[in-house]
């Protein structure tokens, strides 16, 4: 069952003094009319006895940016009260609920029957009202016991085809479309892929690029993504860039470079060493 993928979701629920949420990957929509939903929970649970209690709970579906959501609310604690939602941005719905900021959706649900079955509790939930919903984000996803996000394909396939967005086309989108390549191709050969896509995303966007192709800054964030890899990351791009933050600052470059190096007509048509401190 680990090669087949499932969205992520975090259960919360709150009796109006304790708040809990806990990690589920076996969350499915059962039926549209009405809607009813469901996901399992482990025995033995805490999260179960305060679901009996309160019979309503909210269904937060975690982005492809939430893997430290997920992983958090899957931690095992021994606290009776759990402050869970420390430092963990919430807001607390009409009936009570906690409901976790930026995910795909968030559905608060009336408990409609639960059932054991094996080592798990299957809860079905009746759906009273959708939250939110953002088609923006790609949702996060669980399999081969690792996170993936159903963003990549797509992302790659409109930046190949050149029509990604150019509104779109940010740094960390940069850093996506280099990973991807590594990941594929390995460093020698994604390298001319790499370089050769980003002039024809520029081709196709003149009127909108101010600054255009960089040989200097290219290379130096394709060594530093490849550093990062050299350590274990997990198999999606968002773990990567979790165990490697510094990598979002699209400055970082500005360490081991200065200003009037980097904005060199030298470094801007060949490769050039850093001038401030060396690479890693």
């Known amino acids: 069952m680990r090669k087949v993928p499932s969205s ?12 809990r949420g806990i990690t589920c990957s076996s969350f499915t929509s059962v039926s549209l009319n009405p809607p009813i ?23 937060n579906v975690l982005s492809e940016k939430q893997i430290y959501l997920s992983i958090h609310f899957s931690k095992q604690t021994q606290d009776e009260k759990p402050n869970q939602f420390d430092n963990i941005p919430h807001s607390i719905s009409k009936n009570g609920h906690p409901l976790l900021h930026n995910c795909s959706a968030v559905l608060e649900c009336n408990g409609h029957s639960v059932h054991d079955i094996g080592d798990h509790r299957v809860w079905y939930g009746a759906v009273e009202r959708i939250s939110y919903v953002d088609t923006h984000v790609s949702p996060l996803l669980y399999y081969a016991r690792s996170y993936h996000s159903v963003g990549d394909a797509s992302f790659m396939e409109s930046f190949e085809s050149v029509t990604l967005a150019y509104e779109d086309w940010s740094h960390e989108a940069h850093l996506r479309m280099a990973w991807n390549y590594i990941k594929q191709h390995g460093p020698d050969k994604a390298v001319p892929l790499i370089k050769d896509g980003i002039k024809r995303f520029n081709d196709k966007n ?10 200097t800054i290219t290379n130096f964030f394709i060594h530093m993504i490849c550093k990062g890899l050299e350590k274990d990351c997990g198999e999606s791009f968002q773990e990567f860039l979790e165990a490697n933050p510094y990598l979002k600052d699209s400055r ?4 081991y470079y200065s200003q009037e190096l980097i904005n ?3 470094a801007k048509e060949r490769w050039v060493e850093p001038d401030l401190a060396p690479l890693p």
Do not use: W
Not at 8 to 19: A, E, I, Q, W
Not at 206 to 215: A, F, L, N, T, V
Not at 252 to 255: G, I, V, W
């Open 37 to 59: 939903i469901s996901f399992c929970i482990g025995k033995p649970s805490r999260m179960h006895g305060l679901l009996l209690e309160t019979k309503q709970f909210a269904v």
């Open 206 to 215: 003149s009127d909108k690029i101010k600054r255009g192709y960089h040989e």
């Open 264 to 266: 060199s007509k030298n």
């Open 8 to 19: 992520v979701v975090v259960v919360t629920s709150s009796d109006g003094v304790l708040k």
């Open 252 to 255: 970082l470059l500005f360490k």
